[in-house]
Each structure stands twice: as C-alpha cells, then as structure tokens.
C-alpha cells in the first residue's frame, strides 16, 4: 500500500514538474528554446492570430510561417479597435481563443491594461532597436507606420514639396490640404517636440489661411492623393506611399520634423491555447519575418534587416491613452474648422 502511494506521489511530482505554464514557455531562453518550442508547437499544430496588417502583408507571413514550420496559422483580421473590442469581449465571456495579436500601438497597450498579455524573453530582442523592447511591457514593437506627408507628383514637383510645418502656411497651398480624421495621437507627438502652445497657433493658422480636407482613413487618404483631389495629404503612413510609388501611381512623400512614428506591436496572449506555436510565431515575427516586412514596403524594428531613420519620435501610446480625450478634441477643433 505504501509502496502504491510512493509511485502515485512521484508521479504526481513527476507530471507538476513537467507542466509547463504559459509563463515558462514564453520566458525559457535555454539554448534548446528554438527546438523546444517547435516541437511543442507541432504537437499544438495551430495557431490563432489577430491582425490588422494589411491582408496581403498578414498573408504573405502566415504562409512563409506555415511554409518554414508546418503550423497552420488561423488569421482574424480586423481593425486595432477590433482587435481589442474582440479579445476582451472573449476573454470576458471565458473563451479564449487568441494566442498572438499583431496590431497599432494604442490598442497593444489596451491589451496590456486588461492584463491579457504574457510577458515574454526571447532572443530575438537583442536585434531590436531599444525602443522596441520595455521593461515589464509585454508588447513589443514590430513594425513603425511613419507620419509622411504625401503629394501627388503630377500637381506637385519634388522641389517644391514642403520641407517644414510652417511652410504650410503660404497660400498657396489653399485648397490643396488634408488630414486623416483619427490623427490625435500625431498631433500630440508634434506638438510635445514643438511645445503645445507654437503647436496649436500654427496648425490653426495653416487652416485658417489655406483650409483643411479631413478624411477618414489613412488608405482613403493616400488614394485621394493619387487621384488629385487631395494635393497634399499631412499624415499618411510612409508604407502605403511606398506600395502606391511600386505600382507606378504619382505619390511621394517627405517627413517633415519632428517625424513621428506610430508603434505597431506584437504579443503573446496570456490564455493562448497554444502557447508553444504563439511564442514561436512572435520569435519568427520578429526574425525572419521582418525580412518580409520590409520586402512589402513596411518599417522593421530589426536593425539586423534595416535601420529605421534616425530622429523618430515614437507615439506615446500609454499618455494618449489617458490624454486622448484632450488631443482628439483639440485636434478636432484644431483642423475640423476649416474642413472643405
């Protein structure tokens, strides 16, 4: 009987020492980390993500992902707000299907303020620029999406594009200005570098002097610039200038100081199903895949690929999250009064 009781206690042990929790897969670094997690990965044989990238791009990663370990990735793609409205509203309801999450800053840290990301190390990090990797964050920053200001080249030569803010303020450019809708969190960023109050008067005095077209939708507006009807559009991503130039459209674009780049960021969630393939996935993401980041026109945060431009001021997404109420109302005020 005591022997029975021997074998079942050492058995017990024998299986709590060998569980794994989600915390210590995503946070092993032995030497053996790469081949342990592929093969608890391929006893998983799947993997749920959630991303707002665009669909080509999120595509083209889950296949070479797929091509490379033969783990299928299942992909949900909708919008960073959609991302967050989703996971939580799972979570909430005691299912939890998400294992990774790739999507804008701002909603990444909403995640992490519902406590639904896992912490984790890998070393991949080490080939990240500093900022990509915080202290105790549990997202890290994958891709930039850099405030560009686009012009169509057909209406606007190279030369006389703007080179700072207040060039704007000539009136010649009446008329031909615009903005995305939802661009509160770039105008805090520029005007932290500038200092809110210069900020403020010269952005109102742009509109005021030569009017503002304000659009919903960073794609909408770089198509609008393409098609003439916004000559020079403040805030589209640098990325989707780059996808338009590659397809022979007649956009460009020029950062104008203090360039300012939006975060985009990936995280393993804390209830992963599968959290083998989850942290394999996030250290190929953040690997390889970067490759195929920039190979698409996109902004890697690994230096080992590319080095992002020098001078970026990154989006505060933790103070526009308790500030957003301010800067999207001033914003508004700001640009929405001289909306064409």
Known sequence: MFRLLA???????????????IADIA??????????????????GV???????????????????????????????????????????????????????????TEMEGLRREQLLQEISSPVFADL????????RPWVTSRLSIFTAAFNTTLIKPEDAPKIYEDLTDPRWKGKLGVEA?????????????????AVA???????????????GHTLLSNLVVAGEVPLALTVYGYRINELKAKGAPIDGTVLPAAVALPTG??????APHPYAAALFMDFFLGDGQRILLDRGNVPTNRTMQEPPSGLIFVDVAKFLDEGDKWTKLFKETFASGTR
């Open 7 to 21: 074998i079942i206690v050492c058995l017990v042990v024998a299986n709590a020492a060998s569980a794994e929790t």
């Open 27 to 44: 946070n092993y670094t032995g030497p053996d980390r790469t081949q342990r997690l592929i093969d608890g990965a391929k006893k998983e």
């Open 47 to 105: 993997i749920t993500l959630y991303s707002s990238a665009v669909t080509d791009d999120s595509n083209a990663m889950a296949a070479a992902f797929e091509k490379k370990y033969g783990i299928k990735v299942q992909l949900w793609r909708g919008s960073s707000e959609d991302i967050l409205r989703r996971a939580v509203t799972e979570h909430r309801g005691g299912r939890d299907d998400v294992d990774v999450a790739e999507t804008a800053g």
């Open 129 to 136: 620029i500093p900022q990509a990797v915080a202290p105790h």
């Open 182 to 198: 939802d661009d509160g969190n770039w105008f805090m960023s520029v005007a932290g570098a500038m200092g809110e109050d210069r």
């Open 202 to 216: 010269l952005f109102r005095k742009i509109v005021a002097v030569n009017g503002m077209s304000v659009r919903k």
């Open 266 to 271: 990936i995280a393993v969630f804390a209830h």
